[in-house]
């Protein structure tokens, strides 16, 4: 259950927090304007946070309508604070490489950084974040740790001692939509697939005859570009449902120097030959009993290129995060005609060989939110934070951007009416996050994830066999291990 973000307990600690700010703060106050800090524009009570379009264009709104900022407020912030955005670019690599040169130039704002969940720890490790665990009320962090989905909390904690430096903003978790008329028509019973889903042998035959049947342009529709999308999440989701890895089990997600290396055994490489085969069809390096169901250009299309054709009514089914299914279950579009589950399987996790592989997934997504430590308003932004970790925010997040709350009971106490179709699927979310496969969050996840990537997308494409390109890889990946070893890291 929640807790009533908008009543006694919360205001009261972060008004205390705001008085204390206020009692010992004038001698600060003048420091700041000596530095010169509020000649670049800012008001004293703004801070300074990085988010992508999709997040600032929920921030504010242009009159009373609903807003982020509203619901911080509502949620406790001192009125006088005020979130504004600096708009950074969408793309995770891109947006890592303008992180990183702030943090090490000690830049400030921005006050808070938003940090993909799947390179938050590197900074950490940077020692580039603010202690959290040191800094919250003891209310709000153990309401974190208490109700959080425990596998992006992972993403933003210290992995040598467990403080948290960064607060989940929302997490996302991979879901595979299909028109469940489509296939219905075509012969197929899905009514147990949302929490129970098929195998990738009767999931790609059903495709292809509702395909067939409805006469689309595509059956299957995916990302497979060679970028951080498909290393985190796209072809780790098919891996472990293969019963593959990259590093042995998925104890080994979080630790990097002495882990085996496992991405070039056959669970893993008869993945990439039926990927091959969707793609292909009966062709070289692909794999009997799968039928070609992708478009060849999938190999360039990253999210949106690949949902595009499925909510025009040209595809039958679509691998995307939650936002898709708040886009294509309106009425206005699929309605309830929309299916939603989470990745079929080749081998269930009693069959596979490593612990946590096997069976359906749902790669873990997200983003987390970090003070930077050379911010000249730590106490305005961790009251920023805080005011993110109350349901009050959270639905509120959810319900303008359909971005799911970090504590996913939030989901199924939802109305529909206020936060969209997503809400309709509560138990598909939930039981993606019981089946969610985080990506290997370690300080070498950056450089080993560009590696893993270009060499996935090569053997998608056929410039290299299956057996070639993950032995390549996996010498890559071993010097790359090798070399923290060496190192004594």
Request: charged content about 20%; glycine content about 8%; hydrophobic content about 35%.
């Given at each position: 259950?929640g807790?009533?973000?908008?009543?006694?307990?919360?205001r009261?600690?972060?008004?205390?927090?705001?008085?204390?700010?206020?009692?010992?703060?004038?001698?600060?106050a003048?420091?700041?304007?000596?530095?010169?800090?509020?000649?670049?524009?800012?008001?004293?009570?703004?801070?300074?946070?990085?988010?992508?379009?999709?997040?600032?264009?929920?921030?504010?709104s242009?009159?009373?309508?609903?807003?982020?900022q509203?619901?911080?407020?509502?949620?406790?912030?001192?009125?006088d604070?005020r979130?504004?955005?600096?708009?950074?670019?969408?793309?995770s690599?891109?947006?890592?490489q303008?992180?990183?040169?702030?943090?090490?130039?000690?830049?400030?704002?921005?006050?808070?950084?938003?940090?993909?969940?799947?390179?938050t720890?590197?900074?950490?490790?940077r020692?580039?974040?603010?202690?959290?665990?040191?800094q919250?009320?003891?209310?709000?962090?153990q309401?974190?740790?208490?109700?959080y989905?425990?596998?992006?909390?992972e993403?933003a904690?210290d992995p040598?001692?467990?403080?948290?430096?960064?607060?989940?903003?929302?997490?996302?978790?991979?879901?595979t939509?299909?028109?469940q008329?489509?296939?219905?028509?075509?012969?197929?019973?899905?009514?147990?697939?949302?929490?129970?889903?098929?195998?990738?042998?009767?999931?790609?035959?059903?495709?292809?005859?509702?395909?067939?049947?409805a006469?689309?342009n595509?059956?299957?529709?995916?990302?497979?570009a060679?970028?951080?999308?498909?290393?985190c999440c796209?072809f780790?989701?098919?891996m472990t449902?293969?019963?593959?890895a990259?590093?042995?089990?998925?104890?080994?997600?979080?630790?990097?120097?002495?882990r085996?290396?496992?991405?070039?055994?056959?669970?893993?490489?008869d993945?990439?030959?039926?990927?091959?085969s969707?793609?292909?069809?009966?062709?070289?390096?692909?794999?009997?009993g799968?039928?070609?169901?992708c478009?060849?250009?999938?190999v360039?299309w990253t999210?949106?290129e690949?949902?595009?054709?499925?909510s025009?009514g040209?595809?039958?089914?679509?691998?995307?995060?939650?936002?898709?299914?708040?886009?294509?279950?309106?009425e206005?579009a699929?309605?309830?005609?929309?299916g939603?589950?989470?990745?079929?399987?080749?081998?269930?996790?009693?069959e596979?060989?490593?612990?946590?592989?096997?069976?359906?997934?749902?790669?873990?997504?997200?983003?987390?939110?970090?003070?930077?430590?050379?911010?000249?308003?730590?106490?305005?932004?961790?009251?920023?934070?805080?005011?993110f970790?109350t349901?009050?925010v959270?639905?509120?997040?959810?319900?303008?951007?359909?971005?799911?709350?970090p504590?996913?009971?939030?989901?199924?106490?939802?109305?529909?009416s206020?936060?969209?179709?997503?809400?309709?699927?509560?138990?598909?979310?939930?039981?993606?996050?019981?089946?969610?496969?985080?990506?290997?969050?370690?300080?070498?996840w950056p450089?080993q994830?560009?590696?893993?990537?270009?060499?996935?997308n090569?053997a998608?494409r056929?410039?290299q066999?299956p057996?070639?390109?993950m032995?390549?890889?996996?010498n890559?990946?071993?010097q790359?291990?090798?070399?923290?070893?060496?190192?004594g890291?």
């Amino acid at each position: 259950m929640g807790r009533d973000t908008a009543g006694g307990r919360d205001r009261s600690r972060l008004e205390r927090r705001s008085f204390l700010k206020a009692a010992s703060g004038a001698t600060a106050a003048g420091a700041i304007a000596v530095t010169g800090c509020l000649g670049r524009g800012r008001q004293p009570g703004t801070v300074v946070m990085t988010a992508a379009s999709d997040v600032a264009g929920i921030m504010h709104s242009d009159g009373d309508g609903p807003s982020i900022q509203q619901a911080l407020w509502d949620a406790g912030l001192d009125q006088d604070i005020r979130v504004e955005i600096q708009t950074v670019v969408s793309d995770s690599a891109s947006r890592m490489q303008t992180t990183q040169s702030a943090l090490e130039a000690g830049r400030s704002p921005p006050d808070i950084h938003m940090m993909d969940s799947g390179w938050t720890v590197p900074f950490i490790l940077r020692n580039q974040t603010v202690n959290l665990s040191e800094q919250f009320t003891d209310e709000t962090l153990q309401y974190v740790n208490d109700s959080y989905l425990e596998a992006i909390l992972e993403t933003a904690r210290d992995p040598q001692n467990g403080d948290l430096h960064a607060l989940p903003l929302f997490p996302d978790l991979g879901f595979t939509l299909y028109r469940q008329d489509l296939i219905e028509d075509a012969g197929y019973n899905t009514g147990s697939w949302g929490t129970d889903p098929p195998s990738w042998e009767e999931f790609s035959a059903a495709v292809r005859d509702a395909r067939d049947q409805a006469d689309l342009n595509y059956g299957y529709t995916t990302q497979a570009a060679a970028y951080e999308g498909l290393s985190c999440c796209t072809f780790n989701e098919v891996m472990t449902s293969w019963g593959g890895a990259y590093y042995g089990g998925t104890e080994n997600l979080f630790t990097a120097g002495e882990r085996p290396i496992s991405v070039n055994e056959q669970s893993t490489i008869d993945a990439i030959r039926m990927m091959r085969s969707f793609i292909e069809g009966e062709e070289d390096n692909t794999l009997d009993g799968y039928p070609q169901i992708c478009p060849s250009a999938i190999v360039q299309w990253t999210e949106q290129e690949s949902l595009n054709p499925f909510s025009n009514g040209e595809a039958v089914s679509n691998r995307n995060w939650s936002y898709a299914i708040a886009e294509t279950g309106t009425e206005d579009a699929f309605g309830e005609d929309l299916g939603v589950m989470t990745r079929p399987y080749a081998v269930s996790q009693e069959e596979a060989e490593y612990e946590g592989t096997g069976g359906t997934t749902a790669a873990l997504g997200g983003w987390n939110l970090a003070v930077s430590p050379f911010s000249n308003r730590q106490e305005e932004a961790l009251q920023v934070l805080e005011a993110f970790a109350t349901d009050t925010v959270m639905l509120s997040v959810f319900e303008l951007g359909g971005f799911l709350p970090p504590n996913l009971e939030l989901v199924a106490e939802a109305d529909q009416s206020d936060v969209g179709p997503v809400a309709r699927y509560a138990d598909v979310v939930q039981s993606a996050s019981e089946n969610a496969i985080p990506r290997p969050a370690t300080d070498l996840w950056p450089e080993q994830s560009a590696l893993i990537y270009q060499g996935i997308n090569a053997a998608y494409r056929g410039v290299q066999a299956p057996e070639v390109a993950m032995n390549d890889l996996a010498n890559e990946l071993e010097q790359s291990e090798a070399e923290v070893q060496a190192n004594g890291n």
